[in-house]
């Protein structure tokens, strides 16, 4: 690719990020797009919506900006969670990075980069090939490579000292959140699967009688899971039926929705036929959930008094290791009920064909990227399309194709992915959405690194190399040949992916395609609004590929970094503004998506010292290549090192912590309180009673009470 190209890919996706940075700043003080870009602010009652009008609602302006840069830490964590702080903390730690990598890169690398002549590229500077800015422009055995050398050292040093600073930061906050934090069910809770139900006894008598004899103190009460995932189907069924006619019935007249119930609708007392519906849908839901009592899941959650006694009980072991199986509770709201309809050989099955499907995915997509390399490669396009050749060589289109349309393209196929790894994952047996969700989100980051980086790196000029993974001793090399040879792709993919993915966030186009409809056919209002989650499983791993691709070319192609760098403020800035308007936390895992973040910038480094170490070699600098080797081993020891003194804190809160807080609880007068609400806090949702029509009769009335769980 030509400078020229990459600056119409700059010019094209910097226009359309103004625009959607316009449209947003007017859009969102229009009354009817309240629900679109503050939905959140809705459904908390903290904003009203307004039919006056003035003139300054039709000019653009950046006050939201102010607004989403004001909120410290505390307030964001308090608002959103740990797991919302940790995603922020992802872009001030790529910010640092790519600063201190931006400003060595660009007033070091770079120039000297420029100054080779390796590639005899005498074009004019608008017509220069962008691998001119790259290392493949140094002279083999100039001794100007040792500054790329040091470069990678001094680079190494800084990402892991952040790295460290920033584990450590987290797991502060995450201790300084839990000591501050409300009694919550999870923390007193646990769930245990494979439960041996002896002959002639039951699974609630046998969890209750086992907990009694080995946790007498400190067990309170227990819910035994049922077989519902049908039922919940029905339910789901019956609430799309109910919000469907309780729109009709706002709009249809009393008279329409009459009649009687005598013979043929003719005879008898008048009756609304809506409401005769709704109440057949209660009675048929009754009759489900009272067949469903005795349908037992060999598995329970347990509560405790304390955390700590949920902590113990946590590690019991029975004299057979598939019986008596526990892991940490999710929050109740969390819980992804279908999980324990599924027996032990499902569960196994459904993890066979995630691990299948996934590569098979893999494997297809290669499909897509063999489109994309083809479209950066103009002869190969005259080649294919011999017809297309005139207006193939038409400057613009040239620079259209080969700029813009390719890393467009690839990002329209990736857009499927991650909801086909929720799918995967779901199919996998988790007990929680955040399980599914963090389980999709390291699919997606591999497939993302796999595919994205990989593939079109193999498939761009080391296809021909496909037995490299079977001669570890060439990998250096052939990576030094492939990945400066992709420089150009990636930094437009950044340009194209990244910029315009990042505006479209903030401007959320298919929502307000949705809500102009909704308005306009349907009338919904915003009592019916539902505030959405932000997606973790999609969004860290494209934030984590730019990471991998800044680290990767940090000295191989550092034209890259300022373009990162745009996309992280914009990122920072957008996200902050979606978190506190837009999306709702449906769940809290404390944290626990630093450590992906972690292990991926470790394998980004990692990726550098072996591309660095085929570089030298390939540059006829050996001493170099030499000295670079013990970098990926330092950087591994470093990773153990932070595995061993911050991952169990992730994992579990020490005793030490359990027992602080135990004793700061036992001073709360609503204790009792919550222990009651905590008897009851993880009743399967689709036995709770179903009341459409209002009624207030025994129809109404629990299915099941505590005593019976």
Not at 59 to 83: Q, T
Not at 350 to 357: E, H, M, R, S, T
Not at 542 to 554: A, H, K
Request: charged fraction near 15%; proline fraction near 6%; aromatic fraction near 14%.
């Amino acid at each position: 690719m030509i400078l020229s190209a990459l600056l119409t890919s700059v010019g094209i996706n910097l226009g359309l990020c103004f625009l959607f940075f316009t449209l947003y700043s007017i859009l969102r003080k229009q009354p009817g797009n309240i629900t679109v870009y503050a939905p959140r602010l809705v459904t908390e009652g903290k904003f009203q919506q307004g039919d006056h009008f003035n003139l300054e609602q039709l000019l653009p302006s950046a006050s939201w900006v102010k607004k989403a840069w004001e909120p410290s830490e505390e307030e964001l964590i308090s608002k959103s969670g740990l797991d919302a702080f940790i995603f922020m903390r992802m872009f001030i730690f790529s910010l640092r990075v790519f600063s201190i990598g931006g400003i060595v890169g660009i007033f070091l690398l770079l120039p000297i980069n420029y100054m080779g002549s390796q590639l005899s590229d005498h074009s004019d500077f608008q017509n220069k090939s962008l691998d001119s800015f790259s290392i493949s422009n140094v002279n083999n055995g100039s001794n100007r490579l040792w500054i790329h050398f040091c470069a990678a050292y001094v680079f190494t040093g800084v990402v892991c000292y952040l790295l460290y600073y920033e584990y450590g930061h987290i797991s502060s906050k995450r201790l300084a959140h839990f000591f501050s934090s409300e009694p919550l069910p999870h923390q007193f809770t646990i769930l245990v699967r494979g439960i041996p139900v002896p002959p002639g006894s039951t699974c609630n008598e046998t969890v209750e009688r086992f907990f009694k004899e080995y946790h007498p103190s400190t067990y309170l009460s227990h819910s035994v899971i049922r077989r519902s995932n049908k039922l919940q189907s029905l339910i789901n069924d019956a609430e799309k039926l109910y919000k469907k006619f309780a729109q009709i019935k706002d709009k249809s007249e009393a008279s329409q929705r009459q009649r009687c119930d005598g013979c043929f609708g003719l005879f008898g007392h008048k009756v609304d036929r809506l409401e005769r519906r709704l109440q057949d849908i209660e009675d048929n839901l009754r009759m489900e959930q009272s067949s469903l009592s005795a349908k037992e899941v060999p598995a329970a959650f347990v509560s405790f008094k304390s955390r700590f006694g949920a902590a113990i009980a946590l590690n019991i072991q029975g004299v057979n290791p598939t019986e008596w199986i526990t892991e940490k509770a999710p929050e109740p709201l969390d819980v992804h009920w279908p999980f324990f309809s599924e027996s032990f050989i499902k569960r196994w099955i459904g993890k066979l064909v995630a691990i299948f499907a996934c590569a098979a995915l893999t494997i297809l997509f290669f499909i897509p990227v063999a489109i994309v390399q083809g479209l950066t490669n103009l002869e190969q396009l005259e080649t294919w399309f011999p017809f297309l050749k005139s207006i193939l060589r038409m400057a613009v289109v040239s620079q259209v194709i080969t700029g813009y349309l390719p890393s467009l393209i690839l990002q329209l196929f990736l857009s499927v992915v991650p909801p086909s790894m929720i799918v995967l994952s779901s199919l996998q047996g988790y007990i929680s959405w955040s399980q599914i969700q963090k389980s999709a989100c390291t699919k997606v980051l591999w497939f993302t690194i796999w595919n994205i980086f990989f593939a079109n790196v193999l498939s761009g000029s080391a296809l021909y190399r496909v037995n490299v993974f079977l001669e570890p001793k060439e990998i250096p090399t052939i990576l030094a040949e492939a990945v400066p040879a992709q420089a150009s792709f990636f930094i437009a993919y950044v340009v194209t992916s990244g910029w315009t993915n990042i505006a479209s966030e903030l401007f959320q186009l298919l929502r307000f395609i949705c809500n102009l409809k909704n308005r306009i056919c349907s009338g919904e209002s915003a009592d019916e609004l539902e505030a959405p989650s932000i997606p973790y499983h999609s969004e860290i791993p494209r934030i984590l590929l730019f990471v991998l691709l800044g680290i990767t070319y940090f000295f191989l192609a550092p034209l890259i970094l300022p373009f990162l760098l745009v996309y992280f403020c914009w990122g920072y800035i957008i996200y902050r503004n979606q978190l506190l308007n837009v999306y709702v936390p449906k769940y809290d895992t404390g944290g626990e998506f630093w450590s992906k973040v972690h292990n991926s910038t470790i394998f980004s480094l990692v990726l550098m010292h072996v591309i660095a170490i085929g570089i030298f070699g390939l540059k006829k600098l050996p001493l170099a290549s030499g000295l670079t080797i013990p970098l990926p081993i330092l950087t591994l020891l470093f990773d153990d090192y932070c595995r061993k003194r911050f991952l169990p804190l992730f994992k579990d809160f020490p005793a030490e912590c359990l027992i602080k807080k135990d004793r700061q609880d036992q001073n709360d007068p609503h204790l009792s309180e919550f222990y009651e609400k905590l008897t009851r806090a993880y009743d399967d949702p689709a036995l709770m009673p179903k009341n459409y029509t209002g009624r207030n009769d025994s129809h109404a009335s629990p299915l099941l009470h505590t005593s019976d769980v």
